[in-house]
């Protein structure tokens, strides 16, 4: 090798070395910004909010707590049913279903949305524990469904935590096939809503891959909009039916 | 008051007007199309005559079933029965009519009635059987020989009655509307709720003689006849091995049963037929990433073949072109939302079709009739409901059909070209209608469930 060949081979190294470094490096970032923004100054900073629930699977008749922070907000929405709230703070909910919650932060800088979903099982469901949960009831349990935006087949970030707690179940118990169902709100049109749903299962199962779960193990179907989770005609409901919905595969 | 006033007054009434009788007068390139929006040809026709007392309620049928059939078709004008001579003088052969109008000339052609063709005749049972005699004539010229003297023969119930109907009214149909047969003994299958699951139900055209088809207990949506009517292809979600997906079922009239069609991995559905009937394009996500693409098969399930490559988009609702066979027409949202666009039948060239702002655009639907340039779509404009546009293909011009009265979708045309059936859930519930394809003439054939995705036979 003369000392220009050898140069060269240096030099793509470098440049793999640092793109693989890179890539790495990308991949470590959190899926949720939890960093405070420093203190304006200059132009409008964007706002920045987060939203917590605690515990977020109840049983129906029990309450969980949300809890958010918000930087840079001049407006704080809390849907559904608590409205404006202070920058900071925390308040009890009590759903009779399972409900996704979104907080809207508006400020100068712009808008941001935080949403958590808190689950909720059905009154007579006993609460599984270590020692007596049956598989199913685990899976009930831990497994999260993934939810969408209208018309979109892209994670959000409540998405990608959900879905990490559920990689994790199947992590937990490797002999557990599932099956990705992908629904679809109203609105849409039934054949394209029947394409759709494949693809937001498709999502789903895709980034349970990049978590280390076997692909083979997850079978993708679509229901469209043909078997809704919840029938009114408003966002609340339209949103538990934009989802990637995960049963026990036999 | 002053003469301005009264001008001003006029102007505005003039403009009142205007606005109260809004539908837009279709234009040329569509009345070229579809020969709807010409001058209707102006017929007057008396109830035709039962020969006999059992005949009687078959008559009642009869006379009922054929107006309707005149009336919806799009190219007739019926005269009312109320501008007609004293019904006791009603010809209903052709030895009562000619005196008629040899001796006053006039008789159904001057004004208000205005005719300038009657169609007239009887009927007689005779045990089980029902005979027809049927005439149809032109009023302004008494001497020319009929235009249609035809008997017909058919059964003695009800069910027959309405057949001998719509048979001369396809015929009358047929010879005043320029040889385009007429549709009056096709069929619609849709997708019912009605028994709980939603099963393939199928009716005549004009809403009569609904029946269960299929008896699958799991939903059977997307119906589409075959071409010559023999088969139905539609998504069903029949289990295997407790595994449910979207896949395609095949259905066949004649063997009134499912036949075999092979299962494919993810989600299979909106299947149409080739103008051939030889293959079938549906969507599948069966490919490699697993992404909703259209696919073509052999109507046994054999040789699949991709034809879309979307990559992360959903490709579906394909159909061929029924003239040539050459290009499909099918929705995409590669551009970030649902949208149209055409391509060869192999695949290639594939073209976006702009409209002029952005929107949903979903069930694309070709006119089996035009030359291969007419297609029906529903289309949800940014600010908007779902509503019926016709699109000539060539020149990009638009026909609104509805005009926000619910969502409006899924239409089908019928193969005179001139009418759409469509699913509508203007009533609050959503429900099969129909109407011209100008949008005028809209009915409401179901009323009990849910009903939609209705297809209309093309035999």
Redesign the interface.
Known sequence: MNYRSYRKTALILLVAGLTAFGGGCKKKVPATPAVPAPPPSGPAQPPTVRLSASPDFISKGQSSTLSWTSQNATQLDLQPGVGTVEAEGSTKVSPNQSTTYNITATGPGGNAVSTVRITVAPPNAPQPTAENATLAQLFDRDVKDAFFDF?KADLRPDARQALTQTAEFLRQHSDVRV?VEGHCDER?????N??????RA?AA?EFLTSLGIAADRM????W?K?HPFCTEHNETCWQENRRAHFTM?? | MTTRHILWGALAAGFVCMVLSARPAPQDWFKAETGLGVKKIRLALPDFASQNAPTQPLAGVFNQVLWADLDVSGIIDLASKSFYPPPNTWPSQPGQLQPQLQQQPSSWSQPPLSASMIAIGNLTASGSSLALQAWLNDVTNPSAPPVLAKVYQGAATEEGARDLAHQLADDIVGLLGGGVPGIARTHIVYSSTQHGV?ELWVMDYDGANQHQLTHLRT?A??PRWSPDASEIAF?CFVPY??????QICLYSMAANQLMHFPRYP??N??PAWSPDGRELAF?S?MGR????EIWTTDTSGGHPKQLTFGL??????PVWNPKTGQQILF?S?RGG??ELYTMNSDGSNVVKIDLADMG?V??PTWSPTAQGQLVAF?WRRPAGN?DLYVMDLASRQLLQLTHDEGRN??PSWAPDGRHLVFQSDRTGHLQIWTMLADGSGSRQLTKVGEN??PNWSLK
Not at chain 1, 219 to 222: A, G, I, P, Q, R
Not at chain 2, 241 to 246: C, E
Not at chain 2, 312 to 317: D, I, L, R, W
Request: glycine share 12%; hydrophobic share 25%; proline share 3%.
């Open positions: 018309n099956a849409g049109s039934l054949e394209y029947l394409g759709l749903g494949q693809r498709n199962r079978n993708t179907m679509s469209g043909d595969a036999q | 939603t939903e949506i997307t998504t091995r407790g595994a449910v997906s979207a993810g989600t559905s909106s969507m996500s990433g697993n992404d909703p992360h988009s959903v490709n579906t609702e929705v949202d939302q649902p949903y979903v069930d529903s779902y979708e899924r939609f995705s």
